[in-house]
């Protein structure tokens, strides 16, 4: 049922942004989620599919390997998806730093959060899949939250 669903939002949205924990979960093979990872990461691999993520989720995707001074992980960790097919990364600039400014002045995001939805908002992908509730604070945002598919 959860990955019918999932399913249901990829093709409503045909583009989405990815929160940091879609690929932590990618990464860590988490039981929990990792049905629903395969899925997102599958569909983004065909064709007039896309999704987009700010520079900061590989900032906290680096933070583990680094903290464990495991360079080979880093290295793997930026290279896999550094180059993913169809997945766009996007560096803040001045329009998504006022986005954001926005966004966690009206709806109480944190400064992170707050660039990764201005990120989707300024490439203009509505769909959002995250695991983080506080996105569905921001109105322009289709957010699914992978929680509410188990």
Known sequence: MGVDRLVGFLRRNGEVALDTSVFV???EAHVKYVRF????????EEPGHRGVTSTITMTELLVKPYRNR???GANDC????????????VAPNLE???EAAQIRAYYGLKTPDAIEAATAIY???SGFLTN?????????????????LL
């Open 25 to 27: 979960y990618q990464l």
């Open 132 to 148: 983080d509730l506080v996105y569905q604070r921001v109105p322009k945002l289709d957010t699914l939250v992978l929680d509410e």
């Open 37 to 44: 990872t395969r899925e997102i990461f599958a569909w983004l």
């Open 70 to 72: 495991d360079e080979r």
């Open 78 to 89: 930026f290279a896999l998806f550094s180059r993913y097919p169809n997945l766009e990364w």
């Open 96 to 98: 998504i730093s006022d």
């Open 123 to 125: 490439r203009g992908v």
